[in-house]
């Protein structure tokens, strides 16, 4: 009996309800929620760690201890804070995917709703875990925080709830709703997979192209079973996920350690302590992943109409789009107003991030918001609504969202140019103005040479690979298997000789990252020459 019989044998696998899967979604984009997963679980691992040595009541000289003076202290810390914003972009990507699938309409509501509360849940733990360093920045994010919530009197009574006494470097209470946070989002996680499980990945549009958009138990007996090779693909996933977040913090932190101009902007370092006189001389602002927030607050000075047009709003419409979508129709082109308010939220999301980083707390008149934001969303309207559209035209999201940086590009240098007239805003306006042209022919060929492709041939059927071309490729990919462990095993030896404090000992989570990334890739390539036929 092989080791893969033994566990279905012992565990009951075959018994599972897991989703039985078939050949054409063995590709990252249906497994999306897997990395976001991956995430999840490592900064849960790397938070339990933490809280061995973190001391709450002494946040910001805990947080330089546990660099300077725990073994790979910084290593666990800076891929922990890493981990959570790997966590925070894959739920995006994520999100906007299945928005765009339809993946919230029935019978997936409930799943979709999950899923949006879990990602509110990550921005707020994600807020008090950064804000548990305890620097500069943290303590000037927990104001911004504080401050909002003051302005609603009513609410005023969360504030010692919520921060306790952080003010005098006490950070007990926020570390503690950190980890109630984290932990409903473990609850909620645990009802979303199983629910994910029991519905299935959603099918190709080719496959069902109305909701719902589920297979029939016969089609599911005809799909590869969830053990062993979903676990193995997924196990290649959950690698490279984790080998990722481990190697770029580090990576970052140990070129900051060199004594050399190269500064990326991507320090997962702490900053000075909140009264030294190096915080003065810094420019304090949000944590990335809350900078629209940051700058949504400098519209108007009534905080109810900041959280109206900042949280409320699209958290409602998130929340309610399951039922407010009823065409059983998965197709954008068949639901060209809901494509309109997706492309409108992720080009808003990005555009105000920017502009909130650009610009940090400097109030905007309404008249420079009206510029910055009708373009996109009369362009976008345009696109979706007035161009004819081909076949191939407004149908992939990948095609979408280029048209929509294209377009975003374009509309801010033009606002430029108008704002300040100059031969380097001119040159600038007409190299994006090409990018434009080039975003929207690929997008919309009835618009430009329709004709030239309306006269293209009709693809052609897919030629099956050749089974020596496959056999080829199979010996290859084992050849690649061998190296890829004998240089695993070259960096594991190494690991051993670096040192466990100091600025080298992120050289640790760069390796450890690197022979991560290595066996998903083995692992990958097993799955390759294992189940490919």
């Known amino acids: 009996m092989g080791v893969s019989e033994w566990f279905k044998e012992r565990l009951g696998l075959d018994d599972l309800p897991f989703f039985r899967t078939p050949d054409y979604m063995y590709k990252v984009e249906y497994w999306l929620g897997a990395l976001v ?6 900064t849960v691992i790397s938070g339990l760690i933490l809280l061995l040595y973190y001391n709450p009541e002494a946040g910001y000289s805990s947080t330089e201890t546990l660099i300077q003076k725990v073994p790979y202290g910084s290593v666990v810390l800076y891929s922990h804070l890493y981990g959570a914003y790997a966590m925070i972009i894959l739920a995006y990507v994520h999100m906007f995917r299945n928005y765009f699938d339809g ?40 104001d911004v925080g504080e401050g909002i919530i003051t302005s609603i009197p009513s609410l005023s009574f969360l504030i010692p709830i919520l921060f306790g006494n952080y003010d005098a470097g006490d950070y007990g209470r926020v570390l503690a709703w950190h980890i109630i946070l984290a932990a409903l989002i473990g609850v909620l996680f645990m009802l979303h997979f199983f629910m994910a499980e029991h519905y299935g990945m959603m099918p190709s549009k080719k496959e069902k192209n109305k909701a719902p958009a589920v297979y029939t138990k016969e089609e599911w007996q005809k799909f590869n079973p969830w053990w062993p090779r979903n676990f193995v693909y997924m196990t290649s996933l959950v690698f490279m996920t984790w080998g990722f977040i481990l190697l770029i913090p580090n990576a970052l932190a140990y070129l900051n350690g060199l004594p050399q101009e190269l500064n990326p902007f991507l320090n997962p370092k702490p900053a000075p302590p909140p009264n030294s006189p190096a915080a003065a001389h810094i420019t304090t602002y949000p944590p990335w992943f809350f900078l629209f927030l940051y700058k949504i607050a400098d519209f108007t000075s009534d905080v109810v109409i900041f959280l109206l047009i900042g949280v409320i709003i699209p958290l409602v419409y998130l929340l309610l789009v399951p039922f407010i979508d009823k065409s059983p129709y998965l197709d954008l082109k068949k639901r060209r107003l809901f494509t309109a308010f997706g492309i409108l939220m992720i080009t808003y999301l990005i555009q105000t991030t920017v502009w909130g980083d650009l610009t940090p707390g400097i109030e905007i008149p309404v008249y420079q918001q009206v510029i910055v934001y009708l373009p996109p969303a009369a362009i976008t309207l345009a696109g979706v609504f007035l161009i004819p559209t081909s076949r191939k035209a407004v149908a992939s999201p990948y095609g979408t969202l280029g048209f929509l940086v294209a377009s975003l590009l374009f509309s801010g240098s033009l606002v430029t140019l108008v704002v300040s007239p100059s031969a380097l805003t001119a040159t600038v306006f007409a190299l994006f103005t090409v990018l434009f042209l080039l975003a929207a022919r690929s997008l919309t060929p009835a618009v430009i040479r329709v004709e030239k492709q309306s006269q293209q041939p009709e693809p052609q059927p897919v030629v099956s690979e050749s089974p020596r071309n496959l056999e080829v490729k199979k010996r290859l990919a084992e050849i690649l298997i061998s190296l890829l462990f004998i240089v695993s095993v070259v960096l594991a030896a190494q690991l051993w000789t670096i040192p466990a404090t100091g600025y080298a000992s992120n050289m640790f989570g760069i390796d450890l990252g690197l022979i991560f990334v290595m066996l998903g890739e083995a692992i990958s390539l097993y799955h390759y020459v294992v189940y490919r036929k």
């Open 37 to 42: 997963a991956a995430s999840f679980i490592y």
């Open 103 to 142: 993946a919230y309409k029935k019978p997936r509501e409930l799943l979709w709703i999950l899923g949006v509360l879990m990602l509110v849940l990550t921005l707020g733990t994600a807020f008090l875990g950064y804000s548990l360093i305890g620097d500069a920045l943290a303590t000037s994010a927990v």
